[in-house]
Protein backbone atom coordinates (compact mmCIF):
# COMPACT_ATOMS: atom_id res chain seq x y z
CA UNK A 1 0.00 0.00 0.00
CA UNK A 2 1.42 3.45 -0.53
CA UNK A 3 0.08 7.09 -1.06
CA UNK A 4 -1.07 6.69 -4.73
CA UNK A 5 -3.30 3.38 -3.77
CA UNK A 6 -4.80 3.54 -0.18
CA UNK A 7 -7.76 5.47 -0.97
CA UNK A 8 -8.53 3.05 -3.59
CA UNK A 9 -7.93 0.18 -1.21
CA UNK A 10 -10.70 1.83 1.10
CA UNK A 11 -13.49 2.49 -1.53
CA UNK A 12 -12.60 -0.68 -2.94
CA UNK A 13 -13.68 -2.75 0.77
CA UNK A 14 -15.99 0.44 2.34
CA UNK A 15 -19.31 -1.13 2.85
CA UNK A 16 -21.60 1.69 4.72
CA UNK A 17 -24.96 1.11 3.67
CA UNK A 18 -25.83 4.57 5.15
CA UNK A 19 -23.56 6.45 3.42
CA UNK A 20 -24.43 8.56 0.71
CA UNK A 21 -22.11 10.81 -0.71
CA UNK A 22 -18.74 10.85 -0.92
CA UNK A 23 -18.38 13.10 1.86
CA UNK A 24 -19.56 10.08 4.31
CA UNK A 25 -16.93 7.97 2.74
CA UNK A 26 -14.13 11.49 3.91
CA UNK A 27 -15.89 11.48 7.48
CA UNK A 28 -15.36 7.34 8.14
CA UNK A 29 -11.81 7.99 6.60
CA UNK A 30 -11.19 10.76 9.00
CA UNK A 31 -11.23 8.54 12.23
CA UNK A 32 -7.64 6.97 10.83
CA UNK A 33 -6.53 10.73 11.66
CA UNK A 34 -8.71 10.88 15.26
CA UNK A 35 -7.58 7.76 16.19
CA UNK A 36 -3.74 9.14 14.92
CA UNK A 37 -4.63 12.45 17.79
CA UNK A 38 -5.64 10.31 20.49
CA UNK A 39 -2.62 7.64 20.31
CA UNK A 40 -0.19 10.39 19.89
CA UNK A 41 -2.21 12.22 23.12
CA UNK A 42 -1.62 8.85 24.60
CA UNK A 43 2.33 8.98 23.98
CA UNK A 44 2.83 12.22 25.20
CA UNK A 45 0.25 12.07 28.44
CA UNK A 46 0.19 8.92 29.15
CA UNK A 47 -3.97 9.27 29.37
CA UNK A 48 -5.79 6.73 27.32
CA UNK A 49 -9.00 6.92 26.35
CA UNK A 50 -9.72 3.50 25.54
CA UNK A 51 -13.32 3.92 25.27
CA UNK A 52 -13.55 6.29 22.66
CA UNK A 53 -10.88 4.80 20.93
CA UNK A 54 -12.44 1.32 21.08
CA UNK A 55 -15.49 3.27 19.12
CA UNK A 56 -13.51 4.48 16.69
CA UNK A 57 -11.59 0.72 16.02
CA UNK A 58 -15.18 -0.61 15.78
CA UNK A 59 -16.92 2.16 13.69
CA UNK A 60 -13.80 1.52 11.23
CA UNK A 61 -14.19 -1.96 11.13
CA UNK A 62 -18.12 -1.82 10.63
CA UNK A 63 -17.52 0.02 7.51
CA UNK A 64 -14.52 -0.83 6.39
CA UNK A 65 -14.02 -5.06 7.15
CA UNK A 66 -10.99 -6.77 7.37
CA UNK A 67 -8.95 -4.02 5.54
CA UNK A 68 -9.25 -1.65 8.17
CA UNK A 69 -6.49 -3.58 9.97
CA UNK A 70 -4.02 -2.38 6.79
CA UNK A 71 -4.95 0.73 6.40
CA UNK A 72 -4.60 1.55 10.26
CA UNK A 73 -0.68 0.13 10.23
CA UNK A 74 -0.61 2.29 6.72
CA UNK A 75 -1.87 5.88 7.90
CA UNK A 76 -0.81 5.53 11.52
CA UNK A 77 2.87 6.41 12.42
CA UNK A 78 5.17 3.05 13.12
CA UNK A 79 6.23 4.83 16.60
CA UNK A 80 2.43 4.18 17.83
CA UNK A 81 1.97 0.43 15.93
CA UNK A 82 2.43 -1.57 19.49
CA UNK A 83 -0.98 0.48 20.82
CA UNK A 84 -2.29 -0.05 17.57
CA UNK A 85 -1.71 -3.39 17.91
CA UNK A 86 -3.26 -4.12 21.63
CA UNK A 87 -6.13 -2.52 20.34
CA UNK A 88 -6.34 -4.89 17.19
CA UNK A 89 -5.48 -7.83 19.48
CA UNK A 90 -8.26 -6.71 22.04
CA UNK A 91 -10.80 -6.75 19.60
CA UNK A 92 -9.94 -10.09 17.65
CA UNK A 93 -8.85 -8.97 14.44
CA UNK A 94 -5.24 -9.48 13.99
CA UNK A 95 -5.68 -12.62 11.51
CA UNK A 96 -3.39 -15.54 12.37
CA UNK A 97 -2.82 -16.50 8.83
CA UNK A 98 -0.63 -14.96 6.87
CA UNK A 99 1.93 -14.12 9.52
CA UNK A 100 3.69 -10.85 8.95
CA UNK A 101 5.52 -8.36 10.38
CA UNK A 102 2.32 -6.99 12.16
CA UNK A 103 2.89 -10.70 14.30
CA UNK A 104 6.46 -9.47 15.24
CA UNK A 105 5.01 -5.97 16.42
CA UNK A 106 5.36 -5.59 20.41
CA UNK A 107 1.75 -4.95 21.80
CA UNK A 108 1.70 -2.08 24.42
CA UNK A 109 1.11 -3.59 27.50
CA UNK A 110 -0.39 -0.49 29.16
CA UNK A 111 -2.73 -0.36 26.81
CA UNK A 112 -3.67 -3.68 27.29
CA UNK A 113 -3.99 -3.87 31.21
CA UNK A 114 -6.48 -0.77 30.57
CA UNK A 115 -8.21 -2.29 28.01
CA UNK A 116 -9.05 -5.75 29.67
CA UNK A 117 -10.55 -3.63 32.53
CA UNK A 118 -13.25 -2.55 29.88
Excluded at 18 to 39: C, G, N, P, S
Amino acid sequence: MNEDNYIMFAIKHYENPHAVTQEDFYEDMKRFKWIKRLLRRYKVTGVLKSHLLTNHFITLYNVFGEATTPLLFYKIDSDLWPVVKSFVVYLGRLPEYPRSALHDIQLDQDCLNDLNRL
